[in-house]
């Protein structure tokens, strides 16, 4: 997609929210990076979705060059700095930062990595590397120190939580209630992330 593809787009949703059809609109923050920042500056949506989680903090977070995900190159900062709100996704890699393959029974049983390796095993066992967040006692599991890292971020508006039942839903709340994740765990992420 070109700039003029882009403005094409900025002007139909001018129009729609000029004819009252819309009042907001955002966009999905998959595809290439470079896209994505153009798309940021070009249209200025109201909300961009955007990847973020522990095994691929890109969008939030300087990684080294050989990354071996998708490198979003900060997409929450660039989308913050031009007042884009931010919508994180995939907070929970699919369930692999659950650290279990096991799946709950209505959840989809074959799941694809979302922002990372080839395999979902292999997303499960990068999520073991975080386990130090559990040992040193500032999470219960995996699944809090996901949502908490998600909205530790500055610039996220709100994150999108994968759950299956009522129960997991309150655990996230519960865990979003905690707050940010403490700002001294960061230093041992950024190794986590350095040592990929």
Same mark, same amino acid.
């Given at each position: 997609?070109?700039?003029?593809?882009?403005?094409?787009?900025?002007?139909?949703?001018?129009?729609?929210?000029?004819?009252?059809?819309?009042?907001?609109?955002?966009?999905?923050?998959?595809?290439?990076?470079?896209?994505?920042?153009?798309?940021?500056?070009?249209?200025?949506?109201?909300?961009?979705?955007?990847?973020?989680?522990?095994?691929?903090?890109?969008?939030?977070?300087?990684?080294?060059?050989?990354?071996?995900?998708?490198?979003?190159?900060?997409?929450?900062?660039?989308?913050?700095?031009?007042?884009?709100?931010?919508?994180?996704?995939?907070?929970?890699?699919?369930?692999?930062?659950?650290?279990?393959?096991?799946?709950?029974?209505?959840?989809?049983?074959?799941?694809?990595?979302?922002?990372?390796?080839?395999?979902?095993?292999?997303? !499960?066992?990068? +999520?073991?590397?975080?386990?130090?967040?559990? &040992?040193?006692?500032?999470?219960? =599991?995996? @699944?809090? *120190?996901?949502?908490?890292?998600?909205?530790?971020?500055?610039?996220?508006?709100?994150?999108?939580?994968?759950?299956?039942?009522?129960?997991?839903?309150?655990?996230? !709340?519960?865990? +979003?209630?905690?707050?940010?994740?403490?700002? &001294?765990?960061?230093?041992?992420? =950024?190794? @986590?992330? *350095?040592?990929?």
């Amino acid at each position: 997609m070109g700039i003029s593809d882009l403005l094409t787009v900025k002007s139909t949703f001018q129009s729609l929210q000029g004819q009252g059809k819309v009042r907001f609109w955002g966009i999905n923050g998959l595809g290439e990076t470079n896209a994505l920042h153009q798309a940021i500056t070009a249209v200025c949506p109201y909300t961009i979705q955007s990847c973020y989680n522990l095994l691929n903090p890109s969008s939030g977070n300087q990684v080294k060059p050989d990354f071996p995900f998708q490198n979003y190159r900060q997409l929450i900062d660039m989308a913050a700095d031009n007042d884009v709100g931010v919508i994180a996704i995939r907070i929970l890699a699919a369930g692999a930062l659950s650290g279990t393959t096991e799946r709950h029974p209505v959840a989809s049983q074959s799941v694809s990595p979302i922002v990372t390796g080839n395999l979902f095993q292999e997303d !499960v066992g990068k +999520a073991q590397s975080f386990r130090f967040l559990i &040992e040193d006692d500032y999470v219960n =599991n995996l @699944v809090e *120190a996901a949502v908490r890292f998600a909205i530790s971020k500055a610039g996220i508006s709100t994150a999108l939580v994968g759950i299956s039942n009522l129960e997991q839903l309150e655990q996230a !709340v519960a865990y +979003a209630n905690k707050g940010p994740l403490p700002a &001294e765990v960061f230093d041992r992420l =950024n190794e @986590v992330w *350095a040592s990929g």
